[in-house]
T-cell receptor
Framework: NAGVMQNPRHLVRRRGQEARLRCSPM?????VYWYRQLPEEGLKFMVY????????ESGMPKERFSAEFPKEGPSILRIQQVVRGDSAAYFC?????????FGEGSRLTVL | DAKTTQPPSMDCAEGRAANLPCNHS???????VYWYRQIHSQGPQYIIH???NNETNEMASLIITEDRKSSTLILPHATLRDTAVYYC?????????????FGKGITLSVRP
């Protein structure tokens, strides 16, 4: 069984560009979570999705950030008009009911 | 979700048992105790979880007090590769309209 796959592992963007981070959950998992970890800080919940539905987006910034989990394909975390403060590691996790399985993260650097 | 309290750091000698404490005095009846760890900057790794009975798997044991207000994660024979930040989290079962809220965790340093 492949684990949670995230890509790209590293992404460099200039201020004002868009960043798209992808997450393929483990086979059979229909719940996806996104977390952000700023340098030297803890993991912060961003959003929880099931197929085609956003269940909880209480941790998402109100502007520039969006997430989707379509019926087919990976979950996408999209950051528009990136700023330097968006530089962080973004972790995706998938779940059946029970424990979360995390990917290795996507590290975004904004120049 | 109920909050947890963990010491910021601890260390132990390689080969010895590491006992990581966690207080969760406001835990509700249906909330589980989860433990995860994060090694360096890798993705968090699930360790174990339990409701009220003690649990054991190939990685660790989880001891939950009878009143469920605290728990201890035990790594029976710590190795250098167990050096990580360990997170104790209480939550309703994940994947059922619930999420995990990570605190600061406890940094475990295993010394040779």
């Amino acid at each position: 069984n492949a684990g949670v796959m995230q890509n790209p592992r590293h992404l460099v963007r200039r201020r004002g560009q868009e960043a798209r981070l992808r997450c393929s959950p483990m086979k059979g998992h229909s719940h996806v979570y996104w977390y952000r970890q700023l340098p030297e800080e803890g993991l912060k919940f961003m959003v929880y999705l099931q197929k085609e539905n956003i269940i909880d987006e209480s941790g998402m910034p109100k502007e520039r950030f969006s997430a989707e989990f379509p019926k087919e394909g990976p979950s996408i975390l999209r950051i528009q008009q990136v700023v330097r403060g968006d530089s962080a590691a973004y972790f995706c996790a998938s779940s059946p009911p029970g424990e979360l399985f995390f990917g290795e993260g996507s590290r975004l650097t904004v120049l | 979700d109920a909050k947890t309290t963990q010491p910021p750091s601890m260390d132990c000698a390689e080969g010895r048992a590491a006992n990581l404490p966690c207080n969760h005095s406001t835990i509700s009846g249906n909330e589980y105790v989860y433990w995860y760890r994060q090694i360096h900057s890798q993705g968090p790794q699930y360790i174990i979880h339990g409701l009220k009975n003690n649990e054991t798997n190939e990685m660790a044991s989880l001891i939950i007090t009878e009143d469920r207000k605290s728990s201890t994660l035990i790594l029976p024979h710590a190795t250098l590769r167990d050096t990580a930040v360990y997170y104790c989290i209480v939550s309703y079962v994940t994947g059922a309209n619930s999420k995990l809220t990570f605190g600061k965790g406890i940094t475990l340093s295993v010394r040779p």
